[in-house]
DNA sequence: ACGTTGTACTATACACTGTACGTTAGGGAA
DNA sequence: TTCCCTAACGTACAGTGTATAGTACAACGT
């Protein structure tokens, strides 16, 4: 039997090669079986290493928060903020499975807690106290979290020439004497370019508000 | 063979049983076979209904936005807005797999577009112009699903003792010297209890920054 | 140099999934 | 009554995560 070399695998190397699995086949087709395939190796060799799926994706998470870039230095708090927050869109948009890894997944790991570390310390150095930082951050985040993947989402149903007939199907049967604003507004809403413009728009809302509410 | 007698089934009836199903076995645990058997019904017989899972998930949704309520009137614009952003998260927090449909699936049915009329009407009545109401719309719409989903994903974790003490676990290798601000924070991080305060929180901050481009 | 042991990987198997396909029976229309 | 349409059925398939048991290799103590 032509077995494997021993220590051929490592949890590095299952977790880069779960990653091209998965954009290669996108979240849905992605599998343990595809991963042990793409490795070479038998599906239960992966267990050696993770405990389950899930185990498997956690790591997965962690490996993708390791591209964040640090925060910038030597910026007005304000502009820190913002620096963090468009990286993580960013990086999201470069790896689609990281907005589900992150909203189905509890956080943990290093390279998570590093991101973590960069946005609370700008606000805690900003004159923040503690409370109020954890809250701001939190709220930041889940604003990112929310906005890019509903960009995400909208990409994709607009790369999918079935979806997208759907989609238009199903606003035209909308009665535009019940819903005269939603049809106004039909394109506006769909838009697919000016993924910037709206999250950045959403983003000046949050800092202005901040701003207003800075320790002195 | 006991046949069911004909049309037992019904789209509303099919709908109804598969939240039961979704309710009580969490979404992982649901299952087209689950929802059948439910009904006392074979797993080919939802296919009259619906073309495949997705296409009931889109049901299930458009159905729960049924329980939206209307935007409340007579108030001023910021209270209506703050108001449908609110029962919006309390239907995802009494339904927790409506975040998981909202995030994961476009928008589309008669429900879904009462509650986009609603708020984006709103809008338009402050005197936001088109494009303006509608960058709103979307900013306010992904911060209650962001928000939310990340609020039900503590609530969930919390409620897992494994999961709980493995989170535990890796806060407590986390170096004290990297990653000082996360650890002085990690209690108001992971604080479940304070959900509205933490929501209202980033709310207040979007309308602040709203109301501060109020149209003349 | 040689058993021994721990471990990295394999093989097999199970319960389960969504759904394609072909069949059958019940109700309504002629 | 006859016929047809269609709602629900049964069967089958390819694929899933993973429990369990087995196997061969590397390192080690003697």
Known sequence: M??????????DLVIRSALVVMEAKGPDGFSLRGVAAELGVGPMALYTYFRNKDDLYDGI???????????????????????????????????PCLAQLLA??????????????????????????PEIAARTHTTLFTYVLGATTWEIQMAQ????????????????????????????????????TGGNTQFNYGLDLLLAGLTARTPS
Do not use: K
Request: charged share 25%; aromatic share 2%.
């Open 2 to 11: 032509a077995r494997t070399p021993r220590n051929t695998l490592s949890p």
């Open 61 to 95: 998470r962690d490996h993708l928060m390791g591209l964040m870039p640090p925060a910038p230095e030597g910026l007005p708090w304000p502009d820190q903020v913002r620096s963090v927050c468009r990286d993580l869109r960013i990086l999201m948009l470069q790896h």
């Open 104 to 129: 189905s997944r509890p956080l943990s790991g290093n390279e998570t807690a590093r991101v973590a570390e960069g946005l609370l310390s700008v606000l805690r150095s900003a004159g923040f106290e």
């Open 157 to 192: 149903e607009q790369s999918d020439p079935d979806a997208l007939r759907r989609l238009r199907a199903s606003m035209e049967s909308l009665s535009s004497r019940d819903f005269p604003t939603v049809i106004e507004l039909a394109p506006e809403l769909s838009r697919t």
